[in-house]
């Protein structure tokens, strides 16, 4: 048999990736790994739906951190598929469009923080999304499982056993934090790729714009 046609496993690691970071990347190895996924696509977002409560960094920028970040792995990649996209991105789209791309064998996974699954279980696409894909959620510092197992029986039963539960090493890494931390010249080192780091240092990302407003958080 052709292993590379044979229908396999994919994982979609969705994000804003701003910056990208080790809790993400630990999680989308921790992933392939305990599902024997063939690889972890990550998808930088382009225009999130809901509206964050700080400007989101240019998506070009994103993408171009997601890249530098996932070069090492030989099983990670990097989809442009929401950045291009006109308009919001919906994750129904995205797994649609990697479904198209794929075909109907492939079992597609999306992997996300616990604290983000509860977010997406609540959207008016849930039951399509179940169909179309499995979840993997990893659990994260302060994260209470038991508000997830609270909402799985509001869940359509046939979706129900699409979602699984994985635990990372625990890391207390966030986007907000690290932005915070630039903001206030306090180190980011080993809280993300060393390439990261300078990219970030070099392009001048989350420092404070001249008018003095930048992000809340
Ligand atoms: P922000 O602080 O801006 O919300 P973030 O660190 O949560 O950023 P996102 O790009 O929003 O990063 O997250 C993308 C995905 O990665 C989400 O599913 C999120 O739950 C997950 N994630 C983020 N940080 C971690 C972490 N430290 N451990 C595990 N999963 C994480
Ligand atoms: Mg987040």
């Not at 499982?145 to 869940?155: A, F, G, K, T, Y």
């Not at 934090?177 to 809280?191: E, T």
Request: one cysteine or more; glycine letters at 6%.
């Amino acid at each position: 048999m052709n292993l590379v046609t044979r229908p396999g496993r994919v994982g979609i690691m969705g994000g804003t990736f701003d910056p990208i970071h080790y809790g993400h990347l630990v999680t989308a190895e921790a992933a392939r790994w305990e599902f024997a996924l063939q690889k972890v696509i990550f998808v930088p977002s382009g225009r999130p739906p809901h509206k964050k409560d700080y400007p989101v960094t240019d998506a070009e920028y994103r993408y171009q951190m997601t890249l530098l970040a996932t070069a090492s792995n030989p099983y990670f990649e990097v989809s442009r598929s929401e950045i291009d996209r006109e308009g919001f991105s919906y994750t129904v789209d995205t797994v649609a469009e990697f479904r198209r791309e794929y075909g109907p064998e492939v079992q597609l996974y999306f992997i996300t923080g616990a604290d983000a699954i509860l977010e997406i279980l609540t959207w008016k696409d849930v039951d399509t999304l179940l169909r179309e894909c499995h979840f993997i959620a990893a659990t994260r510092p302060g994260f209470q499982l038991n508000r997830l197992e609270e909402s799985r029986p509001q869940l359509p039963v046939e979706g129900r056993h699409r979602i699984h539960l994985i635990e990372v090493p625990a890391l207390a890494i966030s986007s907000t934090d690290i932005r915070w931390r630039v903001k206030n010249n306090k180190p980011i080192k080993y809280l993300l790729p060393e390439a990261v780091e300078e990219y970030i240092r070099s392009r001048g990302l989350y420092r404070p714009r001249l008018d003095g407003v930048y992000e809340k958080g």
